[in-house]
C-alpha cells in the first residue's frame, strides 16, 4: 500500500519544472537560440515531447548534431536567454501550500537539481526559499547533465533513511534519480514532459500540486 505523504520525514524536490513553472522559459530560450541560427522554432507541445536528459539530447531531436565543444557554447548561448528573464516565472499552483503542509506534518526539506548551484542558491534566495531547504544540491556546471551519482551522494548527506524519503520530479530522469536513491517517487505532469511520458516508468503521476493537499 502506497504510504501517505505525512509519513515520510523527508522530501527531496526538483527545481526546474516541478517547483518552479519554467517550462515555457526555457522553450523560449530555445526558440531565441533556434532563430539566431537561422532553424525554425518549437511550440510547447513539442518541446514537452522532446525536453529529456542529458540535454544535448534536445538539441540532437531538433536535428543539431553537436560535438561537446559545440554543445557548450549552446549552453551558454541558452542560459543567457534564460538567465536574462528567470524571475518572469512564478511557483506551480500550491507548491508553497504543499511546501508548508509537509513541513507542518513533519518532514524537512532539499533540493537536487541540475540547475548550477550558485544560480540555484540566488534563485531559491530570489523566492524566499533559500531557509525552506536543509540541502539545496546543484550542478558542478550549466551543461544540466545526470543527476544519479549526486542523488546517490545527496542521500549519504542527508543521513535519511531511503525508506522516509520522498522524491518530487517532473521528468524520466527524476525517476532515474529516485531510483539511485532507493526512494519513492512521485512525478507531476505539470512540468517540462508530458503525462504520457511519465507513465510506465513506475512511481507515481499526479497532474498538479493540488492531488496531494489532501494527503496533509
Known sequence: MRKKLREYRHAVWDWNGTLLDDTWLCCASLNRLLAEDGHPSVDPVRYR?????????????????????????????????????????????????LLAGLSAAGLTHSVLSAYERTLLADTLAHYGLDGRFRKACGGDDIHAGSKEDRARRHLAD????????????????DAEAAAAMGVDCVLTAHGHQHRARLEGLGPRIVDGFAELLTEL
Do not use: N, W
Open 49 to 97: 515531447e522532446i525536453f529529456q536528459f542529458p540535454v544535448i539530447k534536445v538539441y540532437q531531436a531538433i536535428g543539431f548534431t553537436p560535438d561537446e565543444a559545440s554543445f557548450r557554447a549552446m549552453s551558454v548561448r541558452f542560459m543567457a536567454a534564460y538567465e536574462a528573464r528567470k524571475t518572469e516565472c512564478r511557483l506551480h499552483d500550491h507548491a508553497e501550500t
Open 158 to 173: 542527508l543521513g535519511v533513511s531511503p525508506e522516509d524519503v520522498i522524491y518530487f520530479g517532473d521528468t524520466a530522469h
